[in-house]
């Protein structure tokens, strides 16, 4: 059964996505300015089709510390493409932080630009980590919410990582309160699988991190966040 629903969504999925990627062109030419409310539309659908069919739900914790700010900056935790998509819809006006390879994609590279998303050239160094600042400011500028994955790619459950320095440097350069988010979505859509398993993906906001002066310090606190789920 899981690997038919697993195949159904995939269908689903693909389809919606052309579809919806061919619609997209109209957008991106007469109605840019819809742009991210329409990428919202197919991320919604996208993950109402995965409960439909997958039968996997997903449980919000801690609502209430997302910050009142009209900006700051989410370190989730980073185990599934499922976590590509969520914080599209948990938030009003989200920005991912996103590899770039991702823009080259047919039919949805162009629209993730139009609606805001931030490429990040991973293997651009420096010069990269002070575009990406950059990008990160013109979000901010535009009342953005800013997703970040501080591990750089997605990793197993459990697997610990070292952290990215430069969640801490956009925190400190645009003076914006880190967010930690721990998850499990790993459980039921592991990384690099087909398979999407039924049950309940547990997203957990942790209050946030408003004293980042500290490199090492702030990267240690986000990790402690994190940790209390696993422990759970």
């Avoid at 062109?25 to 819809?34: Q, S, T, V």
């Avoid at 329409?38 to 991320?43: P, S, V």
């Avoid at 980590?129 to 790619?153: H, M, S, W, Y």
């Avoid at 967010?179 to 039921?188: A, E, I, Q, R, T």
Wanted: hydrophobic letters at 45%; proline letters at 4%; a positive charge.
């Amino acid at each position: 059964m899981i690997l038919i629903r697993s195949f159904l969504f995939s269908i689903y999925f693909i389809t919606l996505t052309i579809f919806m990627g061919i619609i997209a062109f109209a957008i991106r030419f007469i109605a840019k300015r819809h742009a991210l409310v329409y990428a919202q539309l197919w991320t919604r659908l996208s993950l109402g089709g995965l409960e439909k069919i997958c039968k996997i739900s997903t449980q919000i914790i801690g609502r209430e510390n997302l910050p009142q700010d009209k900006s700051f900056l989410i370190a989730s935790q980073h185990q599934s493409a499922f976590d590509t998509f969520i914080w599209m819809n948990l938030l009003d006006r989200p920005a991912y932080i996103m590899k770039r390879e991702l823009t080259r994609i047919p039919l949805v590279g162009p629209m993730l630009l139009l609606s805001g998303m931030i490429p990040l050239d991973r293997q651009g160094g420096v010069k990269a980590l002070k575009n990406l600042i950059q990008d990160c400011q013109k979000a901010v500028n535009d009342f953005r919410q800013i997703i970040i994955f501080p591990e750089g790619t997605r990793t197993a459950v459990g697997e610990k990582v070292k952290l990215h320095a430069g969640t801490v440097a956009i925190a400190n350069q645009l003076n914006l309160k880190i967010v930690p988010v721990s998850l499990d979505s790993g459980y039921c859509w592991p990384r690099n699988s087909f398979f999407k398993y039924p049950g309940t993906i547990h997203i957990v906001i942790h209050p946030a991190i408003t004293d980042t002066s500290n490199r090492k310090e702030t990267l240690a606190a986000i990790e402690r966040s994190w940790s209390r789920l696993e422990s759970q």
